[in-house]
């Protein structure tokens, strides 16, 4: 470990994201001059954020540090902790990453589908690993969550440590062949001594502690022992507990298996490897064998719990699966709650899974699911182990990151000792105190199709225009010497209003292009295209608005001869 260096040097603490917000985890270390960079996710779009298919960080803090980045660590393999990866090798290639077992294969297999094998050096570590940085180094704790291999992680330095629980619950019945959380190594973590606690919010909202994955599991057997018919269960491909469990329940009823999704299909791929899946021999079956298997010795594992447009149960809901059908009898298993801007889609696969005849079981009413997040009596039990002399609250939304901090002063750490932050912002602390002293750019990035950060909040805003209020084009040809109209105007409308019943709106927005096109000519003596655009934008915004109290977007085109 690290001597105390005689002269003071603070420890810098950011986040670029995951504050204030479910999604996104990233924090960053600083001490002379070095970085350790903990997790790299992804947050799914809310419904406003339309064709959007997920929101990163902005890397460019990173980009401009690149040079003091000793290493990339990973807590465990959640897409809001791992997603980001791909996107920012493509910014920021050559950076080492350093992950548990399960999290390593998932990252593995994102590279090799975005071909970016090459541009990292993958690293396994455990929770008795050490990273020896020099005045830096970073050791491990166990942890549990809804994912094997999930980790905490301490980062040692001369002012003291710094502890990044990652996603924890103390879970101290988990799933046969996981392991219960370390609570000797955190207690010695706070005995001796911990300079900052990062600690996870998100369930800061629930009074009690979170039930255990196998008080899940008891349920899911109950369920699945009362279903005569076919089985359709629906997970995060990621939640391998969860997904061990359906499936011992029914290997022990005599079923097989069908695997639909590719997560999901990489998911028991991986589990089977690392151990923690078994299968007796000719359980699992081909996807196109799952009609040649009568409907009460079948349970199809499929992905989709979150309503996502094209997973297997989405499909199977819309009725353009090819493989998978529903007919009476079936009955669909959610064991996952929605994440927070899935809920509409989720309802609406639900709505379609019970209007082709399927019964749903869904929530937590059926104890189907439960959080991997531990709540309030949890985060304190964290706090009271860890001991810490400064904390933060992380992974949660406003008020979750508000209730947190008033839970560490009920655990003894001092108000003016507690921060809640924003992405970007800088925590300078060392051994005598703390204050954030700067800021950087920490806004989202969104990824659409293989578009990174090239769709900005105008582009966003226009595409919300065009679902609520739909296009309106005006088009027209124009001698540009003599200002003289040749054709048109004339004018097009899609999503806005149905023209062959407006058609004296139609007429008078004619009208209002032709003058604006004469007024301009009149007023302007050297007129160009971007002078007829912005009048015709302008004339015809006001006269439609005037008329529909709606705002579309209004395209001008115009043929300059």
Known sequence: MPTKSKKTKNVRVAAIGGLGEIGKNMYCIEYNDKIVVIDCGIKFPEDDLLGIDYVISDYQHLIKNRDKILGLVIT???????????????????????????ALALIQSKLE??????????????????????????????????????????????????????????????????????????????????????????????????????????????????????????????????IKQASDVAIEQGRKIAVFGRSMEAAIKNGIELGY???????????????????????????????EPMAAL?????????????????????????????TASVNHVINGLE???????????????????????????MLRLMKPKFFMPIHGEYRMLKIHTELAQLCDVPKENCFIMENGDVLEVNHEKAEVVDHFPASDAFVDGNGIGDIGNAVIHERQLLSEDGLVAACATVKMKTGQILSGPDILSRGFIYMRESGDLINQAQKQVYHAIKQCFREQQH???????????????????????????????????
Do not use: W
Request: charged residues 20%; proline residues 6%.
């Open 76 to 102: 465990h393999g959640h897409e809001d902790h791992i997603g980001g990866i791909p996107f920012l090798l493509r910014q920021l290639p050559g950076i080492d990453i350093y992950a548990g077992p399960l």
């Open 527 to 561: 007129v160009n295209e971007s002078m007829l655009n912005e009048a015709i934008i302008d004339a015809l915004q006001d006269y439609l608005y005037d008329k529909t109290e709606r705002k579309p977007i209004v395209i001008p085109m115009i043929i300059s001869v």
């Open 277 to 307: 899946l078994d299968y007796p021999k000719d359980t699992l079956i081909e996807p196109k064998d799952v009609n040649k298997v009568s409907g009460d010795k079948l349970m199809i594992l499929c992905t989709g719990s979150q309503g």
């Open 314 to 342: 989405s499909r199977i809901a819309n009725g353009t699966h090819k493989q998978i059908s529903i007919v009476p009898g079936d009955t669909v298993i959610f064991s996952s709650s929605p994440i927070p801007g899935n």
């Open 355 to 381: 209007e082709a005849g399927a019964n749903v079981i869904h929530g937590k009413v059926n104890n189907v699911h439960t959080s991997g997040h531990g709540g309030q009596e949890e985060q304190k039990l």
């Open 113 to 242: 589908e975005n071909g970016l094998t090459k541009d990292c050096q993958l690293n396994e570590i455990n929770e008795d690993s050490v990273l020896d940085f020099g005045e830096m180094s970073v050791t491990f704790f166990r942890t549990t969550h809804s994912i094997p291999d999930t980790l905490g992680v301490a980062v040692h330095t001369p002012e003291g440590i710094i502890v990044q629980t990652g996603d924890f619950k103390f879970d101290l019945t988990p799933v046969d062949g996981q392991p219960a959380p370390n609570l000797q190594r955190m207690a010695k973590l706070g005995s001796d001594g911990v300079l900052l606690l990062m600690s996870d919010s998100t369930n800061a909202e629930i009074p009690t502690f979170t039930k255990s994955e196998r008080f899940v599991g008891t349920s899911i057997r109950n369920i699945m022992g009362a279903i005569e018919g076919r089985i359709i269960f629906a997970s995060f491909a990621s939640n391998i507990s969860r």
